[in-house]
């Protein structure tokens, strides 16, 4: 069984910082993708940010200079650095990790951890 606890998410002012961190555990193996996405109240799912096993990344739009993703292939772990936070920001973030050999790939979602920028 595959577990992911994510951690970091908060309240911050608008223009602060915050770090947010997932950790797989469990018989996860040949991880390829590692991701973050948000969700926010009434709307769907997307894509903040994703980084390949050979470390290239893609952003969304609205966080491209703003948030950084990397990975700490050791630890099976991804983090999200985020900055310069907007209210817009504001939602629930799941991390993503797709995992498995070629052909037989899972994915596995995080609990999920509140963001919230406001003054």
């Known amino acids: 069984q595959v577990q992911l606890v994510e951690s970091g998410g908060g309240l911050v002012q608008p223009g602060g910082s915050l770090r947010l961190s997932c950790a797989a555990s469990g018989s996860i193996f040949s991880i390829n993708l590692m991701a973050w996405y948000l969700q926010a109240p009434g709307k769907e799912r997307e894509l903040v940010a994703r980084?390949?096993?050979?470390?290239?990344?893609n952003y969304a739009d609205s966080v491209k200079g703003r948030f950084t993703i990397s990975r700490d292939n050791a630890k099976n772990t991804v983090f999200l650095q985020m900055n310069s936070l907007k209210p817009e920001d504001t939602a629930i973030y799941y991390c993503?990790?797709?995992?498995?050999?070629?052909?037989?790939?899972?994915?596995?979602w995080g609990q999920g951890t509140q963001v919230t920028v406001s003054s």
């Open positions: 980084i390949s096993s050979d470390g290239s990344t």
């Open positions: 993503n990790i797709r995992w498995g050999p070629v052909g037989f790939t899972r994915d596995s």
